[in-house]
């Protein structure tokens, strides 16, 4: 009992939190959700990203949250070399407490990045992002404090939603970038960004809520030890409203053949999410595509609730290249 006393505070401690988006611990794996100025910031011709998240398994679909994006550089042959002008669109379904409130979103990002030397290896660029957003409550799911009444449960509640069921929105992303060589071979970079700048209303009740911006920075970089041996590491830093998160992590790559513009390589590392969670990640990378694998390990007070499972996340990036094309590293982790 004590169990579900304590995951029923959690919950309500979340929702006075007022409306923070949904996230990922692979935030490195879902460039479009975290800056869009990633975007088109890659070495390839085409890039698809997607991510799957179950927060908190242990409780039915509290949290499920899936993404998916493509982004794709454009008008290379008319503009300057070592410049990247960058597309792509994304969306994001986010479902909480078993779906009686579902997030579904579709976003258009732009991106354009400036070299900063002949070589391109130092460039920095700013993206923007229009997003539309539709919020649905399904009320039959949920329980109120007037169904209980002397003559026990009764299933029906006088509370309605003044505004509909439905709440549809537009929202302003942007972010800045920059992305930097000292070889060639290595890559380290540095980004901003902020979302729901233009504070959308959000309210199925008659109270006005306004979404609040969420400000992101992160860090992070890819650094060959050897031929075979790099290191890959990141750093983000977010605040919504009043709650904040800091995570930070490393993963050790192996890679079979060095030098092919498609290496295969498998990756082994750990981020942490400082005060709540322990986060191991394994991945494959062949032909292109990269697969993630990682399991948050609760280590918060919430952990005797949770059985300290705090949730498994896949992420999927493949890079279309081509047979010759090898660039300049761009942000990788």
């Given at each position: 009992m004590r169990k579900y006393f304590l995951l029923v505070s959690a919950l309500m401690l979340t929702g006075l939190l007022k409306a923070q988006d949904p996230h990922f611990?692979?935030?490195?794996?879902?460039?479009?959700?975290?800056?869009?100025a990633f975007t088109g910031k890659f070495d390839g011709s085409w890039r698809l990203a997607a991510n799957h998240r179950d927060q908190w398994p242990s409780i039915p679909k509290a949290y499920v949250t899936t993404s998916a994006s493509v982004d794709f550089p454009i008008l290379k042959k008319r503009i300057?070399?070592?410049?990247?002008?960058?597309?792509?669109?994304?969306?994001?379904?986010?479902?909480?407490?078993?779906?009686?409130?579902?997030?579904?979103?579709?976003?258009l990002s732009l991106s354009y990045h400036k070299a900063l030397d002949e070589d391109g290896y130092h460039t920095i660029g700013a993206g923007f992002q229009g997003t539309y957003s539709s919020m649905v409550l399904d009320i039959t799911k949920l329980t109120f404090e007037d169904m209980l009444t002397q003559n026990g449960f009764t299933g029906t509640t006088a509370d309605v939603l003044t505004n509909g069921k439905n709440q549809n929105y537009f929202d302003m992303n942007a972010g800045l970038l920059y992305s930097g060589s000292s070889n060639g071979s290595n890559n380290f970079y540095l980004g901003a960004s902020m979302y729901h700048i233009n504070r959308p209303k959000v309210s199925f009740k008659d109270k006005n809520w306004y979404l609040s911006g969420r400000i992101t920075v992160h860090a992070g970089?890819?650094?060959?030890?050897?031929?075979?041996?790099?290191?890959?590491?990141?750093?983000?830093?977010?605040?919504?409203?009043?709650?904040?998160?800091?995570?930070?992590?490393?993963?050790?790559?192996?890679?079979?053949?060095?030098?092919?513009?498609?290496?295969?390589?498998?990756?082994?590392?750990?981020?942490?999410?400082?005060?709540?969670a322990v986060i191991p990640y394994v991945g494959l990378e062949f032909l292109g595509l990269r697969i993630?694998?990682?399991?948050?390990?609760?280590?918060?007070?919430?952990?005797?609730?949770?059985?300290?499972?705090?949730?498994?996340?896949?992420?999927?990036?493949?890079?279309?290249?081509?047979v010759e094309q090898k660039g300049i590293p761009c942000p990788k982790f």
């Open positions: 611990s692979q935030f490195f794996a879902s460039p479009l959700t975290l800056n869009p300057p070399a070592g410049d990247v002008f960058g597309i792509g669109i994304s969306g994001v379904s986010d479902a909480s407490a078993n779906s009686a409130l579902k997030l579904n979103y579709g976003s970089g890819s650094f060959p030890v050897s031929d075979v041996v790099a290191v890959n590491t990141s750093i983000i830093h977010q605040i919504q409203n009043k709650a904040s998160e800091t995570t930070l992590g490393a993963a050790l790559s192996l890679t079979a053949n060095p030098g092919e513009v498609n290496p295969t390589s498998v990756y082994i590392g750990s981020w942490y999410r400082f005060n709540d993630g694998v990682s399991y948050d390990i609760n280590t918060s007070s919430l952990k005797a609730a949770t059985g300290s499972r705090g949730g498994s996340e896949v992420s999927i990036i493949y890079i279309r290249r081509k």
